[in-house]
């Protein structure tokens, strides 16, 4: 199925407090540190150093609750079936 929206995460001003993470119903979003050594994904954060965030596009349903659940205003979402529209 082609998704008309997806989720962007400006990860130079995300501090890793994981609201987003927590808020999204389906679970799409993902939030690790990568070992320096073994390159494996870390799921606790810790002093949001060096953090990714995955978003899982073929999970995530649009909705925007994770850009209204971000304190720091760093997840941009483009409009469902409004494509290059970006709020
Ligand atoms: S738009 Fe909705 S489904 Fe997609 S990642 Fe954000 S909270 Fe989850
Ligand atoms: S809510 Fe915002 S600042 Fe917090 S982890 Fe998610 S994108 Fe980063």
Redo the contacts with the bound molecule.
Sequence with gaps: MCMAFSVH?NMN?????????VSCPVNA?E?YTLDPVTKEKIYHVKDGKSIS?DVNMELCAGCGV?VG????G??TLAGKGQAGVFV
């Design positions: 995460v001003r995300c501090t890793g407090c994981g609201n987003c993470v979003l939030l965030m994770c659940a971000c304190p720091y760093v997840i």
